[in-house]
């Protein structure tokens, strides 16, 4: 493993985390799409998780790296120094019976490169809808419709960067060479695909739901001009796609 996946995943957690963080405080009492299956309405508990378990992965790939820095019985000025370069914590980090090929791999860097594009939507979106953004569907009592930025190419882009952070974190971390998979709790046969496919099936159920929710909200609120705009507009997503 290369300083340069260690310093990448850290980067990608961080992303992760801004991209994930509400940028304003759901009022309860504002709320709709309150009445879907509670699966489809507990994203903002499963993006506190999502932040959780990217921190814990890049943990364990920095520690990881420290502790291979202690190479064919040679060791470096920073292994000397580093509390993971010892048999005992070598095996907690990385309790594999074979040798793991932590790398960074072309998905490894399409994850990077996902992340952080999927990142700077939401984070664009945040600007964008300003202190009309919560993570919980809520009708604020100055709402409007915004069109510009993002908005203008897709209805929902927000969702459309969240869909680019799930891609992204199953190529970096549900893939040959991440920690989950050749040392952590994935690292079974055919247990990353389950939790890929699972992943990805509540990520699109969701989207498509609260896309559903919030332009039936918007149509009943801006009536013509919501038409207009989604005549304009007609993508939820990804243009030319859905």
């Not at 364990?60 to 820095?69: A, D, G, I, P, Q």
């Not at 993002?150 to 970096?172: I, Q």
Request: aromatic share 14%; proline share 5%; with cysteine.
């Amino acid at each position: 493993m290369s300083l340069a996946r260690a310093t990448l995943v850290i980067v990608q957690a961080l992303t992760n985390q801004w991209a994930l963080t509400p940028p304003n405080p759901t009022q309860q009492k504002s709320r709709y799409y309150t009445e879907e299956l509670y699966i489809l309405q507990i994203a903002p508990l499963v993006f506190k998780a999502h932040m959780i378990i990217m921190w814990i992965c890049a943990c364990f790939e920095v520690m990881y790296y420290f502790s291979t820095l202690s190479v064919s019985g040679t060791t470096t000025i920073l292994s000397s120094v580093s509390p993971f370069a010892t048999p005992a914590l070598n095996t907690l980090i990385c309790p594999a019976t074979t040798d793991p090929h932590i790398n960074i791999s072309p998905l490894f860097l399409i994850g990077i490169v996902a992340v952080v594009l999927g990142s700077y939507i939401r984070l664009d979106c945040f600007k964008a809808l300003g202190k009309l953004f919560t993570f919980d569907l809520t009708v604020h009592p100055d709402h409007r419709l915004v069109t510009t930025s993002f908005y203008g190419y897709v209805r929902h882009p927000a969702y459309t960067g969240s869909m680019l952070l799930v891609a992204g974190l199953t190529f970096s971390h549900l893939t040959e060479g991440s920690w989950l998979t050749e040392c952590g709790p994935l690292k079974s046969n055919g247990s990353a695909l389950v939790v890929w496919a699972a992943w990805w099936v509540w990520t699109l159920a969701v989207g498509v739901s609260r896309a559903e929710a919030e332009d039936n909200q918007m149509q009943k609120m801006f009536s013509g001009e919501w038409e207009r705009y989604a005549e304009n507009v007609a993508w939820w997503f990804f243009p030319g796609l859905v």
